[in-house]
């Protein structure tokens, strides 16, 4: 048996067409080097080939075996991780959404009403329970399609996700409104476009940069704002595309002088954040005022610094094992509310609230249990061998990872920023987008033995096999 028949032997018991061309490469890279080697101990080249074959073993059992490995694999670990996040979330939002039902119930009997036992147990409204389903069935699509093919064709897949969005908001009975965090969408399709025009050297970085700022006028159109670059919402989405990029250039995409350009994305950045920070202050217009407001609150609690000094005051009665009674007074201010701002809204399950009623040691021991789960998925990501796969998923960690920060800030009073915790909180359609998100990291994972690691910066060699077979006429 010649080479081309034993990696011909091996490579047809594997059963993903994707993994078998790879699989390929390996095999004549392994029998090349061998018989090499045998070449060297002085055999000469018909016999260096055959003994090179012979020592690879049986090709049907050796094939077999790659097969096990290089096929979809889902790391359970991940599986169980993301489910205990969405159970501490949702059980969060039954045991706060129950505190204001009691409060409302409470209103309701001093005015005589009769109240029904059924309205006192609900803590999930009929519209998150479909969210929820919507979002696992969009999540499991993500995962079992092979993530590059979702990048090649994202343009796409952005429309088909908006649409999908339009006609769960119509069957809800509610307008369409472009979701908050939509344009988390781009981050993927971001790292797919640094990856097509990578070994472009310092031209390539500077490309880069130019997709940065047009991801962020995307943003702008998607929010309807055109200087979404000044607000809150804008500076993470800025700050998520940046670390993708510094991914990128750590990877080696842009050639060698890594520090140099990480100096120059980062320096740069802060130097236009300073600038933009001075100029809105001398200006002192609205954002001059929220600024000030962030910098001094208390100076400002009739005005922009109100939530925060709020904020501030209801940390004062926490106590290292819950205040139920402080919980309580809490939730009686959501009396007949169901749509606020997403950082500080009953349907997204305040860690606020959680810090209050059960404690602050349960409090950050529920958020080390986030910051594990997400740093174990990041983990996972930057060990990809593909570098595409790296990429895209540390961008999409870097999502969750900048959003908690964000949630934390808000709801500890520091920066009045509107942010939405993932897996704990629950924004109705946003919890789509983290399912999408989250669906691409696992289909990284699922698909990591199918992908080779690139070589970046070199060419590729090919080599042409001819086989003449003999053909009945």
């Excluded at 979002?135 to 993530?147: H, K, N």
């Excluded at 006609?167 to 307008?175: E, H, P, S, T």
């Excluded at 399950?349 to 986030?370: A, D, E, K």
């Amino acid at each position: 048996m010649d080479a081309c028949e034993y990696i011909e032997a091996a490579a047809s018991q594997i059963r993903s067409r994707r993994a078998r061309d790879m699989v390929a490469k390996e095999l004549e890279a392994h029998i090349e080097d061998q018989a090499a080697y045998c070449r060297e101990q002085g055999m000469s080249e018909e016999e260096a080939n055959l003994e090179a074959v012979r020592q690879m073993g049986d090709p049907v059992e050796g094939g077999i075996s790659m097969d096990r490995i290089h096929r979809p694999q889902t790391d359970w670990k991940m599986v169980l991780m993301l489910v205990l996040l969405c159970v501490l979330g949702l059980c969060l939002q039954i045991a706060f959404n129950r505190d204001v039902r009691k409060a409302e119930i409470a209103s309701l009997l001093e005015s005589g009403t009769v109240v029904s036992q059924d309205y006192l147990l609900a803590g999930v409204s009929r519209s998150l329970l479909v969210t929820l389903c919507s979002s696992l069935i969009l999540g499991i699509l993500v995962c079992i399609i092979d993530y590059t093919v979702i990048l090649r064709y994202m343009p796409w897949f952005i429309c088909l996700m908006l649409m999908i969005l339009g006609i769960q908001a119509l069957l809800m009975g509610y307008r369409l409104v472009i979701p908050v965090y939509a344009y988390y969408l781009l981050v993927p399709l971001y790292a797919s476009l640094l990856y097509r025009y990578r070994s472009g050297g310092f031209r390539g970085f500077a490309g880069g940069m130019l997709l940065l700022v047009l991801m962020l006028v995307i943003m702008g159109i998607l929010k309807g704002a055109a200087l979404a670059l000044y607000g809150y919402s804008g500076l993470r989405f800025c700050f998520v595309l940046a670390v993708t990029l510094s991914v990128a250039v750590l990877c080696g995409w842009y050639g060698e002088q890594k520090r140099g350009k990480l100096l120059f994305l980062w320096g740069g950045g802060l130097l236009l954040f300073c600038m933009a920070v001075q100029y809105m202050l001398l200006k002192d217009g609205f954002k001059g005022q929220r600024i000030r407001a962030i910098l001094h609150p208390y100076d400002y609690a009739g005005e922009g610094g109100y939530y925060v000094v709020m904020v501030r005051g209801w940390l004062g009665s926490c106590t290292l094992w819950g205040n139920p009674e402080a919980a309580s007074q809490y939730a009686q201010g959501y009396r007949d509310v169901y749509l606020m701002d997403a950082y500080f809204s009953p349907d997204d399950g305040n860690i606020l609230y959680l810090f209050l009623r059960y404690g602050i040691v349960p409090g950050i021991i529920v958020c080390l249990i986030f910051l594990g789960c997400i740093g174990y998925f990041m983990y996972r990501c930057l060990r990809q061998k593909n570098q595409l796969g790296r990429v895209t998923g540390a961008g999409c960690c870097i999502v969750f990872l900048t959003e908690f920060c964000a949630y934390m800030m808000s709801n500890l009073g520091l920066l009045p920023w509107a942010a939405g915790l993932p897996f704990l909180s629950y924004g109705r359609i946003d919890i789509e987008i983290w399912a999408v998100l989250m669906g691409f990291v696992f289909s990284i994972i699922r698909y990591q033995h199918f992908l080779p690691a690139e070589r970046v910066g070199k060419k590729p060699r090919y080599r042409y096999r001819l086989k003449i077979e003999k053909v009945t006429m």
